[in-house]
């Protein structure tokens, strides 16, 4: 069983920037992906970033160029850079990883972008 703990999310100002984290324990294989995914109220869940163990990444066309997704390999986390912040970014952003046998999703840490 995949554990996925997530920290950093909060209030911030438009123009701002946030760093969400992402740790993940348990059993899972090596070759993985993970990611950050996201749902506004009343809309579905969606891919903000995602970023393979071998370093490949892929983004939503919203958040290219003001989001950077990272990993560390030998901490099992993820990473989610966030900057140049706007209110559509509002959300709870949720951590996933995916391997050959899982799918498994973090309880989600609020984001919230207000003046």
């Known amino acids: 069983q995949v554990q996925l703990v997530e920290s950093g999310g909060g209030l911030v100002q438009p123009g701002g920037s946030l760093r969400l984290s992402c740790a993940a324990s348990?059993?899972?294989?090596?070759?993985?992906?993970m990611g950050w995914y996201r749902q506004a109220p009343g809309r579905q869940r969606e891919l903000v970033a995602s970023?393979?163990?071998?370093?490949?990444?892929k983004y939503a066309d919203s958040v290219k160029g003001r989001f950077t997704i990272s990993r560390d390999n030998a901490k099992n986390t993820v990473y989610l850079q966030m900057n140049s912040l706007k209110p559509e970014d509002t959300a709870v952003y949720y951590c996933?990883?995916?391997?050959?046998?899982?799918?498994?999703w973090g309880q989600g840490a609020q984001v919230t972008v207000s003046s």
């Open positions: 970023i393979a163990n071998s370093g490949g990444t």
């Open positions: 348990g059993s899972f294989f090596s070759i993985n992906v």
């Open positions: 996933n990883l995916k391997d050959a046998l899982r799918d498994s």
